[in-house]
């Protein structure tokens, strides 16, 4: 070897020692110099086996790098601190080969260390969940976290790390330990208030303060304890503490605790903190966003809040109900385009002129094109510096309002018709039968005057109808007393499409009868069902089209196996009734039929009211109209 390549040789040597020098504890085991060609080898050879480890170690980093990033990601998706906790745990098993692994979590509510503690059950991780006591001194755990620093201990008993209840799953874990390692974890100063560090927080600061370990000398020994939870609590309570919490690894007995375990979860704890930090303040965040939400769908009006442009932002579950409308089918719609020209009015004045309405009452639609009464409340939208960005718009709905407003009305027609029915009725009624049989006497001296006796018979039928008003109006005011007989209903039914032959023959519709023998007899009175019956056939063949066919059916109610009554169904192929009229249908004077008195289905659904039963209505447009009358087997509704 000639000098200039000693030289170069000396010059790798040194640098090789330089390098070597990056590494703590490191020392040269060769001699810059070697006087022989074996010295040279064995020194190549001791290099490439640091090499080779060199990658080796290069490689697991990244591996563990790849495993933090998934952890971050998943971090992100927990719900809960309880959930974080079980992912990084898991993460401290199985990525680093730790035999136990812990993060516990400030609670500052309720003054506690919370989380998970993992351990390998072979190559699955098990789980415990475990809560420390903040105050006092309840072992190494909680002692990492007020002294903000590393603790390390080497072959602890079980009261050394943790304080736990008798028969808890820890306990007997804590008990095989060969060493522990906690280390504090810290939320970063950025995220401080007004970016205060935490040491500017007051006299009353525990936090790094060694008086939290043991009681000072002398008279103050005995205030001592009190004096340290009083600290906790007020670094509980202080907003800038910077404590997230404590993680943790230990190794089980026989297995030494390395520096390098030390190391490594300092490293690590510095790369979780912000993970978890950013975790935390997410599932704040989803908290306050849920709660949110929850005020808004629980309240009982309806609420939308819209932006300057009237569009809308926010659509709560109280006018998805009381509108039919998802609230996915509006966000960002402009809002006269859902609630009419009379609330968007409203809004547009609140947004332009800053003009607030209070308890306006105005009428919406619905999806389908229902009339909603509601009283309107509009109030302007402001951020924290009261600059306008919206308005809220909050509705009360005065249906039911209405309807007992129109109740009220109803009751004071029937009682004033009532006085009414019972002081002219009679005075009606006898005049009239004076006329009819005048006109009948009439009607045979005008035998072979054909256009007369049209007359006649006209005026006999108009003095039939209002005999018929008058009876309705007399039925409304003083019904009639029930006598019930527990008889099938297939009498009544037969009995009205006897009466209602020659109509139908009239009109050219085909009657149908269907009854089903396994209906049950059901208590009723005769007289009325038959009234009821015949009302509502008359009504289904009149709306029927010539050469169709109505079908009355008579089949028994079932509460699953049970037979609870009997049910009376008049389907007719008519043209149906409109949605809107189907809320009003069974009101009284409520008509759609030229010359009605709008009396028939009211005193229809009273009578079978009365009976326990009800009647209820289905309408297709365009496709006919069906009516169910369901009478009880128990008279008073029920069954037996």
């Known amino acids: 070897m000639d000098p200039r390549q000693r030289d170069t040789l000396r010059d790798v040597m040194?640098?090789?020692?330089?390098?070597?020098?990056?590494?703590?504890?490191?020392?040269s085991s060769h001699d810059t110099e070697p006087a022989s060609d074996a010295g040279l080898l064995e020194t190549i050879q001791e290099l490439t086996g640091e090499l080779e480890r060199s990658h080796r170690r290069l490689i697991e980093s990244n591996v563990q790098l790849v495993s933090l990033r998934e952890v971050a990601s998943n971090l992100l998706a927990a719900h809960?601190?309880?959930?974080?906790?079980?992912?990084?745990?898991?993460?401290?098993?199985?990525?680093?080969?730790?035999?136990?692994?812990?993060?516990?979590?400030?609670?500052?509510?309720?003054?506690?260390?919370?989380?998970t503690w993992t351990y390998l059950d072979g190559s699955k991780p098990r789980g415990v969940r475990v809560a420390l006591g903040l105050l006092g001194d309840r072992g190494a755990v909680?002692?990492?976290?007020?002294?903000?620093?590393?603790?390390v201990h080497h072959h602890p008993a079980p009261d050394v790390v943790a304080t736990v209840s008798e028969g808890h799953a820890l306990a007997e874990r804590l008990d095989g330990l060969s060493g522990l390692v906690c280390v504090p974890l810290r939320r970063s100063e950025s995220v401080l208030p007004d970016g205060e560090p935490h040491e500017l927080c007051g006299a009353r600061c525990i936090l790094g303060d060694v008086a939290v370990l043991a009681p000072p000398p002398g008279a103050a020994a005995d205030t001592w304890d009190a004096d340290r939870d009083d600290r906790q609590r007020h670094c509980l309570a202080c907003p800038v503490n910077p404590a997230l919490g404590v993680i943790g690894m230990a190794r089980r007995r026989g297995e030494p605790l390395t520096a390098s375990d030390v190391t490594q979860l300092e490293s690590i704890a510095l790369s979780i903190a912000p993970v978890v930090e950013n975790a935390r303040l997410t599932q704040a965040l989803r908290r306050s966003e849920r709660f949110r939400q929850h005020v808004l769908d629980s309240m009982a009006g309806a609420l939308v809040a819209v932006?300057?442009?009237?569009?809308i932002l926010?659509?709560?579950?109280?006018?998805?109900?009381?509108?039919?409308?998802?609230?996915?089918?509006?966000?960002?719609r402009p809002f006269g385009e859902r609630f009419g020209p009379d609330g968007a009015r409203l809004l547009e004045d609140a947004l332009e002129n800053g003009r607030e309405s209070q308890r306006v009452e105005i009428t919406l639609r619905t999806d389908d094109g229902s009339a909603v009464p509601?009283?309107?409340?509009?109030?302007?939208?402001?951020?924290?510096r009261r600059t306008v960005y919206g308005a809220i718009a909050t509705f009360v709905d005065l249906t039911a309002l209405k309807r007992a407003e129109e109740q009220a009305a109803r009751v004071d027609r029937l009682q004033a018709l009532g006085r009414f029915t019972s002081s002219v009725a009679h005075e009606i009624r006898n005049p009239l039968t004076g006329?009819?049989?005048?006109?009948?006497?009439?009607?045979?001296?005008?035998?072979?005057?054909?256009?007369?006796?049209?007359?006649?018979?006209?005026?006999?039928?108009?003095?039939?109808?209002?005999?018929?008003?008058?009876?309705?109006?007399?039925?409304?005011?003083?019904?009639?007393?029930?006598?019930?007989?527990?008889?099938?209903?297939e009498t009544a039914v037969r009995y009205t499409a006897q009466c209602l032959g020659t109509l139908c023959e009239e009109r050219g519709v085909t009657l149908e009868l269907d009854v089903q023998r396994d209906t049950p007899p059901v208590p009723h009175d005769?007289?009325?069902?038959?009234?009821?019956?015949?009302?509502?056939?008359?009504?289904?063949?009149?709306?029927?089209?010539?050469?169709?066919?109505?079908r009355v059916s008579v089949a028994p109610v079932r509460d699953g196996h049970r037979i609870t009554g009997a049910a009376v169904r008049v389907e007719d192929q008519g043209p149906g009734i409109p949605a809107e009229h189907l809320r009003t249908i069974f009101e009284p004077f409520f008509t759609t039929k030229p010359g009605g008195s709008g009396l028939g289905l009211y005193i229809s659904h009273d009578i079978v009211k009365r009976h326990g039963g009800s009647l209820t209505v289905a309408s297709d447009p365009g496709r006919g109209t069906t009516f169910i009358v369901e009478i009880p087997v128990d008279g008073q509704g029920g069954s037996r």
């Open 14 to 27: 040194r640098r090789v020692d330089e390098v070597r020098g990056l590494e703590p504890g490191a020392a």
């Open 80 to 115: 809960d601190a309880e959930e974080t906790a079980a992912v990084v745990t898991r993460y401290l098993c199985r990525a680093f080969g730790f035999d136990d692994g812990f993060l516990l979590l400030v609670n500052r509510e309720s003054q506690r260390l919370e989380g």
């Open 142 to 151: 909680t002692r990492a976290l007020w002294l903000d620093r590393t603790l």
């Open 307 to 311: 932006n300057m442009a009237g569009e």
């Open 314 to 332: 926010t659509f709560n579950h109280g006018a998805e109900e009381l509108l039919g409308i998802a609230e996915a089918d509006v966000l960002g």
């Open 374 to 384: 509601v009283r309107l409340t509009t109030s302007l939208l402001r951020d924290e």
């Open 435 to 489: 006329i009819g049989a005048g006109i009948q006497f009439l009607s045979r001296s005008l035998a072979s005057d054909t256009e007369q006796r049209e007359n006649v018979e006209f005026i006999l039928r108009e003095m039939k109808r209002l005999d018929r008003i008058v009876q309705d109006l007399f039925d409304v005011t003083h019904p009639r007393s029930l006598q019930l007989r527990a008889e099938p209903v």
């Open 526 to 550: 005769g007289d009325q069902l038959q009234q009821v019956l015949i009302n509502l056939v008359k009504n289904a063949v009149e709306a029927s089209p010539r050469g169709s066919s109505l």
